[in-house]
T-cell receptor, first 111, second 112 residues
Framework: GESVGLHLPTLSVQEGDNSIINCAYS??????FIWYKQESGKGPQFIID?????DKRQGQRVTVLLNKTVKHLSLQIAATQPGDSAVYFC??????????FGTGTSLTVIP | DGGITQSPKYLFRKEGQNVTLSCEQN?????MYWYRQDPGQGLRLIYY???????QKGDIAEGYSVSREKKESFPLTVTSAQKNPTAFYLC???????????FGPGTRLTVT
C-alpha cells in the first residue's frame, strides 16, 4: 500500500491476474475519494471515485472499496493488462475542493 | 477536444531567474489548481483559484505567484525566492459542483 517516504511501494502482477492497491487516508472527515493513474512523465488520469456514504463502487475492470472504520481505500483491477502499468495514487477531499494526495504505488504488469 | 494544456513540457532556467508556467483549459471549469510533484511524495498544493480574479495559497505557496485574469488561464510564476524549484508541476481544473480534478500533462522545470 501507499506510505509517506522517498520510495514508492511496488506491486508486480502477472498479466491476466487481479491487482489490489491499497491506500490509508488520514482524515476521518474526508467525504470524497478519487483514484488516479499516472504514467511516467504524464499528468494523472482519473480512474474512479467514491463518496463516503458508499462502501463500494464499480467501473470498467476497476472496483474501489472504502472502509471508513479503519480509514482504508483499495483499488481492484481485474484481469490486469500491460497497459495498466503505472503509478496509482489515491486522493481524499478534506475540505471544499482541496485534496490530499497519497504518494502512490507503482504497478508493474509482467507479460 | 476539451482539456487542459500546459506548456512547455520541459523548461530549463538558471538560478535567480523567474519563470512562468502556462496552464489553459477549455472545459469551462471555474476552479483551477497548481500542484508540485517530487519523487516519492504526493502532490502538494501550491495555489488554487475558485473564480476569476480570486486565488488562495495552498500548502507550499512561498516563492510562487499566480494570476487568474481569465477563466481559461491560470499561469504560475516560480520566483527566485523559491529555494528548491526543480520539480514536476501539474495544473488541474474542476467544476465547483463536481469535485473530480482534471490534470494537464505537466511541466518539468529544471533550475541549475
Amino acid at each position: 500500500g501507499e506510505s509517506v517516504g522517498l520510495h514508492l511501494p511496488t506491486l508486480s502482477v502477472q498479466e491476466g491476474d487481479n491487482s489490489i492497491i491499497n491506500c490509508a487516508y488520514s482524515n476521518s472527515a474526508s467525504d470524497y475519494f478519487i483514484w488516479y493513474k499516472q504514467e511516467s512523465g504524464k499528468g494523472p488520469q482519473f480512474i474512479i471515485d467514491i463518496r463516503s456514504n458508499m462502501d463500494k463502487r464499480q467501473g470498467q475492470r476497476v472496483t474501489v472499496l472504502l472502509n471508513k472504520t479503519v480509514k482504508h481505500l483499495s483499488l481492484q483491477i481485474a484481469a490486469t493488462q500491460p497497459g495498466d502499468s503505472a503509478v496509482y495514487f489515491c486522493a481524499e477531499r478534506v475540505t471544499g475542493n482541496q485534496f490530499y494526495f497519497g504518494t502512490g504505488t507503482s504497478l508493474t504488469v509482467i507479460p | 477536444d476539451g482539456g487542459i494544456t500546459q506548456s512547455p513540457k520541459y523548461l530549463f532556467r538558471k538560478e535567480g531567474q523567474n519563470v512562468t508556467l502556462s496552464c489553459e483549459q477549455n472545459l469551462n471549469h471555474d476552479a483551477m489548481y497548481w500542484y508540485r510533484q517530487d519523487p516519492g511524495q504526493g502532490l502538494r498544493l501550491i495555489y488554487y483559484s475558485q473564480i476569476v480574479n480570486d486565488f488562495q495559497k495552498g500548502d507550499i505557496a512561498e516563492g510562487y505567484s499566480v494570476s487568474r485574469e481569465k477563466k481559461e488561464s491560470f499561469p504560475l510564476t516560480v520566483t527566485s525566492a523559491q529555494k528548491n524549484p526543480t520539480a514536476f508541476y501539474l495544473c488541474a481544473s474542476s467544476t465547483r459542483d463536481i469535485h473530480e480534478q482534471y490534470f494537464g500533462p505537466g511541466t518539468r522545470l529544471t533550475v541549475t
